[in-house]
Nanobody
Framework: QEQPVESGGDLVQAGGSLRLSCVVS????????VGWFRQVPGGEREFVAT????????YYSGSVKGRFTISTDNTNNVVYLQMNSLKPEDSARYYC?????????????????WGQGTRVTVAE
């Protein structure tokens, strides 16, 4: 299957940290561009961070830059999202997205496959 698989969501206190994982290997494609998105109930799926696995290039949304770090373990085909200094407004379901051909995934139109998501709740 081509669907990525996320894990690591949890309930944390404001100011705490959490690391999300996304297994990105597929049967047909070795994905270069991988992105993290988040969505609250009734809201739009919002871009968080993306990475080009082959080069390590990264890009972040302004709301998380300086607090979140995306990284890749290419040996194990896992992309991580390290989240520090968490705020209540970071609470959402977080999704991993992969692209067949792209080097980055910065919007939903660029995503070819989505994971089921993992829920992050930051308590006040």
């Amino acid at each position: 299957q081509e669907q990525p698989v996320e894990s690591g969501g949890d309930l944390v206190q404001a100011g705490g940290s959490l690391r999300l994982s996304c297994v990105v290997s597929g049967r047909t494609f070795t994905y270069d561009g991988v992105g993290w998105f988040r969505q609250v109930p009734g809201g739009e799926r919002e871009f968080v961070a993306t990475i080009t696995r082959s080069t390590g290039s990264t890009y972040y949304s302004g709301s998380v830059k300086g607090r979140f770090t995306i990284s890749t373990d290419n040996t194990n085909n896992v992309v991580y999202l390290q989240m520090n200094s968490l705020k209540p407004e970071d609470s959402a379901r977080y999704y991993c997205a992969t692209s067949k051909w792209g080097t980055m995934v910065t919007n939903v139109a660029e995503a070819d496959y989505w994971g089921q998501g993992t829920r992050v709740t930051v308590a006040e």
